[in-house]
C-alpha cells in the first residue's frame, strides 16, 4: 500500500523536506508515505481566491491515482487520537487500496476536493502553517505503523 500525500506547497525550506523525509524514510514499502507536491496558484489583492482554490483542488484531484481512498485534511474533520489513527492505518492495509491525503493550499480545499473525499480528519482545532502539516502527518503515520509493530517507539 503508499499512502500519498498531496499537497498544495513546494519549494519548502530544507529543514522541512528534511524531517518529513526522515520519518517517510522509516516507514516500509508495504506503508510507503509518498509526496506528491502541486504548486500553489497566484494569490494577491485582485485574485478570485474561490478561483484559485478550484484550480488546485482540480490539479490535486488529477494527481491521485485510480481507485484510492482519499482522507481529506479538514478543520471541520474528525479529530483522531494516535491509537484511532493506528485502527485508520490498520483498515488502510487491510483494504489493499492505496490511501490519498489532501492538504489544501492557505484557504483549504475546494469543494471538488471535499466531495472526493471518503472521509475527513481534523489535526487540530488549532492552526498549523502548512509545511509543518507535512511534519506532523509523516511523524503521525509512522507512530500509528510502530504502534501496529509493537515497536517501542510509540512509548
Keep these: 500500500m503508499r499512502i500519498h500525500l498531496v499537497a498544495v506547497g513546494n519549494r ?13 524514510k522509516r516507514l516500509p514499502r508495504e506503508c510507503e508515505l509518498v509526496l506528491k507536491e ?7 489583492k485582485t485574485v ?46 487491510e483494504s489493499g487500496r492505496d490511501v490519498a491525503l489532501l492538504v489544501g493550499g492557505p484557504d483549504g480545499l475546494s469543494p471538488a476536493c471535499l466531495k472526493r473525499a471518503n472521509q475527513r480528519w481534523s489535526l487540530s482545532k488549532l492552526t498549523f502553517p502548512h509545511p509543518i502539516v507535512r511534519i506532523i502527518l509523516a511523524e503521525q503515520i509512522y507512530r500509528a505503523w510502530s504502534i501496529l509493530q509493537h515497536h517501542p517507539y510509540h512509548r
Excluded at 519548502?12 to 524531517?19: E, F
Design 12 to 24: 519548502m525550506p530544507a529543514w522541512v523536506t528534511d524531517a518529513y523525509s526522515e520519518y517517510a
Design 48 to 93: 478570485n481566491i474561490a478561483r484559485v482554490t478550484e484550480d488546485e483542488g482540480d490539479r490535486m484531484l488529477a494527481a491521485l491515482p485510480r481507485d484510492v481512498y482519499v482522507v481529506a485534511l479538514d478543520v471541520a474533520g474528525k479529530e483522531w487520537s494516535t491509537p484511532e489513527l493506528a485502527e485508520a492505518l490498520a483498515r488502510w492495509l
Design 38 to 44: 502541486i504548486a500553489p496558484g497566484k494569490r494577491g
